[in-house]
């Protein structure tokens, strides 16, 4: 009699804690501000939602299978080559197909301590090893990431700007890791908020690409673009990685209604530039006048602050949380990234932004909490 098997997964799939979003409604029903996933308030161009709304009546109809019209509208825009972009059901489908080209057991992959969830996700997923690298000033450390790369390293993985801390490394840091690592090491520069950094010394990831063969950015439309339902996400890549992914993406796997969506969001430059200029203000300001009540603000350069709470009961960030949802405010717990003592808080609407200020500003009198 043949001896009965027990059905596994592979290799670090058990070892998955699967990913939980940011909370999107409250008990009881009824609207609540919801500035816990990093969206922007303005929502898609109305553009998008014509060009999104035009494609229903050709639903019937299998995608162009190379996204070639959204890639033509991204090159365009940047000066990029659009073979060598390769489009996907948001960014997260790309760092996905990056590990399943790039890793497997026994290889190892790193990141920064509190970068994105996904990464410690997918190289799991790849039966790979997550290694992870030391901050400093909750700032990916280049030195740290560098002293952690041996034979087995294969990928790197740098959110820059980086979730949830919001802070960044500068190009001549991000140049000086590229350096620094082997040329048989993929560098995954993700630049999910690219489009709200002002700052002079950042640099989103694209001449890197364009001047070595080992390097790749990831972009989303799903933050300052507004399409976050319709998951479109691309990469610019070396030619041989671009040819990798296309070999192993699916054959449609951007659909037809969010090409079009994607390629009037880029067109509609106005609506994108009244975002990040209300970005901009906002930051600033919600940044200040949270501090002002005593709270740590983390310097962020994208669009969502990571604010600090005391660690005593009734000051806590669990107890900011509670506080806020009795006010119908839905803002981000992040201690599965390490911070127990944090909430991230999305850069919202104006009424939005004031009615926060407002709820923490009665949470902290009533507290008695000292600045931190």
Request: hydrophobic share 45%.
């Amino acid at each position: 009699m043949t001896a009965k098997r027990a059905l596994r997964p592979r290799q670090g799939i058990l070892d998955i804690a699967p990913y939980v979003p940011g909370k999107s409604a409250l008990a009881g029903g009824g609207p609540a501000i919801k500035l816990s996933s990093n969206e922007t308030p303005f929502g898609p161009s109305p553009r998008a939602v014509e060009a999104y709304l035009a494609a229903a009546k050709t639903l019937s109809r299998y995608p162009d299978g190379s996204a070639r019209s959204l890639r033509e509208a991204i090159a365009k825009l940047y000066g990029l080559d659009p073979a060598r972009i390769v489009c996907g059901a948001g960014s997260d489908e790309l760092l996905n197909l990056l590990a399943t080209a790039y890793l497997g057991p026994g290889d190892e992959a790193i990141y920064s301590r509190h970068g994105f969830l996904v990464y410690r996700i997918v190289i799991l997923a790849r039966g790979a090893t997550p290694v992870v690298a030391p901050e400093k000033d909750l700032t990916a450390d280049v030195d740290e990431i560098l002293a952690r790369a041996t034979p087995a390293t294969r990928m790197v993985y740098l959110a820059n700007p980086n979730n949830p801390t919001g802070t960044y490394l500068t190009f001549d840091e991000v140049k000086r890791l590229r350096a620094g690592l082997p040329d048989d090491v993929l560098l995954v520069l993700d630049a999910a908020y690219a489009e709200y950094v002002r700052a002079n010394d950042y640099e989103s990831g694209i001449e890197l690409v364009a001047t070595t063969s080992n390097t790749v950015m990831t972009r989303t439309f799903s933050k300052i673009y507004g399409l976050a339902s319709l998951r479109i996400g691309w990469a610019y890549c070396p030619d041989a990685v671009a040819d990798a992914l296309n070999r192993i993406r699916g054959p449609f796997n951007v659909s037809g209604p969010a090409i079009a969506t994607g390629v009037a969001s880029l067109e509609d430059r106005a609506h994108m530039q009244r975002a990040a200029d209300h970005n901009e203000i906002w930051r600033g300001r919600m940044t200040e006048d949270l501090a002002a009540l005593g709270l740590a603000i983390t310097p962020s350069a994208a669009n969502f602050l990571l604010v600090h709470f005391p660690r005593a009961n009734g000051h806590s960030a669990v107890d900011a949380d509670t506080f806020l949802q009795s006010r119908r405010i839905i803002l981000r717990r992040v201690e599965e990234y390490g911070f127990a003592d944090a909430l991230r808080m999305t850069i919202g609407t104006e009424d939005e932004n004031l009615a926060v200020l407002d709820a923490l500003k009665s949470f902290m009198g009533a507290s008695g909490a000292k600045r931190l």
